[in-house]
């Protein structure tokens, strides 16, 4: 008899069966996009402008500083011969010190789905009560400006069902056999026969019992995984990202600025807040400049879609030293970066012995 004949047709359950529970109308397989934020019950304090920070300096690099930054970068270049470190003269030393500005925007989304799982014994909730709406769910964040995600079933959403998969039997045809227990013989590809004898792993059968469902034609229910049932629920799912933006001020140094992306300065200033205060009337205007316009665009890029939990803005002196030396009666140069003192040498004039098969 066909197996296919004796049940009908399989169907997945219903794509909009919760779409009327208020809140959660729309709410379909695989999601329908982040759910805006409620408006705030309270107005939101006012943002405050942050404490100044007299410090706007930073310590010169040394030549001995510099020359043992060039010796540790070159040592850590196998091709790379130590004369120009050993003989070279150091003629001048040009600082290009620059600010970085960072904002943290630390955010709250959720986002709404059907799902299901294989029925455990849980409480078939739903309509007992008004199912809380996604922004009244209780999820407990992380430490701030820290990333998370959570899955939460929805308290009143929960109902159970007979599996579409296996119409509540628990079972399904093994696809790796179709159901018949058996499948072609690996070592005699089916045929029977090896080396002009009959094959001794399937005794010249041509079949092997499927190693899938144990030679039964059937196995365990892939979708309830045996239980039968399926529980169906409303699943919300809440992420929390820090939304980091930098911008470094133009420095003219010569350095390619996606250089400084590595490397830390040093640390002027830094305030949070539920949202924080542009930085107006700082030393530089393009950090103020900047400071206004990546905040006005967090707000308005992540309040859209998500709640703003925290801001964070930071300022740091990054030191750039163009050092400029002088070897084999040529002059070259490399910069000196960051309070790690990290080097670059574009061009390095003393390379050896690698050869690139």
């Known amino acids: 008899m066909n197996s296919a004949a004796m049940y009908p047709p399989v169907m997945a359950p219903q794509a909009n069966m919760f779409g009327n529970v208020p809140g959660y109308e729309g709410t379909v397989p695989g999601g329908g996009g982040f759910l805006p934020p409620p408006m705030p019950m309270e107005p939101v304090a006012p943002p405050q402008p942050g404490p100044e920070n007299p410090e706007w300096s930073i310590p010169s690099l040394s030549e001995d500083e510099a020359r043992?930054?060039?010796?540790?970068?070159?040592?850590?270049?196998?091709?790379?011969?130590?004369?120009?470190?050993?003989?070279?003269?150091?003629?001048?030393?040009?600082?290009?010190?620059?600010?970085r500005y960072r904002l943290e925007t630390f955010t709250e989304s959720r986002s709404t789905e059907w799902a299901e799982k294989p029925y455990e014994g849980e409480p078939a909730d739903f309509y007992t009560q008004p199912a809380p709406r996604p922004w009244e769910v209780q999820a407990t964040p992380p430490k701030l400006f820290s990333d998370h995600k959570m899955k939460i079933r929805v308290p009143y959403t929960s109902s159970v069902k007979e599996c579409y998969t296996c119409?509540?039997?628990?079972?399904?045809?093994?696809?790796?056999?179709?159901?018949?227990?058996?499948?072609?013989?690996?070592?005699?590809?089916?045929?029977?026969?090896?080396?002009?004898?009959?094959?001794?792993?399937?005794?010249?059968?041509?079949?092997?019992s499927c190693s899938k469902c144990n030679g039964r034609g059937k196995k365990e229910c892939q979708t309830c995984k045996g239980k039968r049932q399926l529980l169906t629920y409303i699943e919300l799912k809440v992420e929390w990202k820090n939304n980091v933006e930098d911008h470094v001020v133009e420095h003219n140094s010569g350095l390619?600025?996606?250089?400084?992306?590595?490397?830390?300065?040093k640390e002027l200033f830094k305030n949070s807040q539920n949202l924080v205060y542009p930085l107006f009337g700082f030393p530089n205007p393009a950090v103020s400049?900047?400071?206004?316009?990546?905040?006005?665009?967090?707000?308005?890029?992540?309040?859209?879609?998500?709640?703003?939990?925290?801001?964070?803005?930071?300022?740091?002196?990054?030191?750039?030293?163009?050092?400029?030396?002088?070897?084999?009666?040529?002059?070259?140069?490399?910069?000196?970066?960051?309070?790690?003192?990290?080097?670059?040498?574009?061009?390095?004039?003393?390379?050896?012995?690698?050869?690139i098969l």
């Open 68 to 99: 043992e930054a060039f010796k540790e970068f070159v040592s850590s270049h196998c091709c790379y011969s130590d004369a120009p470190v050993t003989e070279g003269e150091i003629t001048s030393m040009e600082p290009f010190n620059t600010f």
């Open 167 to 208: 119409h509540a039997t628990g079972i399904e045809q093994c696809t790796e056999c179709n159901g018949c227990g058996k499948k072609s013989c690996w070592v005699c590809n089916g045929t029977g026969v090896k080396f002009d004898a009959a094959c001794s792993h399937c005794n010249g059968t041509g079949k092997e």
């Open 256 to 265: 390619k600025t996606d250089k400084l992306s590595s490397v830390n300065g």
């Open 289 to 355: 400049q900047t400071s206004e316009r990546l905040i006005k665009e967090h707000q308005t890029k992540y309040g859209q879609t998500s709640r703003i939990l925290q801001q964070r803005q930071t300022v740091e002196l990054i030191p750039i030293t163009r050092v400029n030396y002088k070897w084999k009666d040529n002059t070259h140069a490399y910069y000196v970066y960051g309070k790690e003192h990290k080097v670059n040498a574009d061009n390095y004039p003393a390379t050896c012995c690698c050869v």
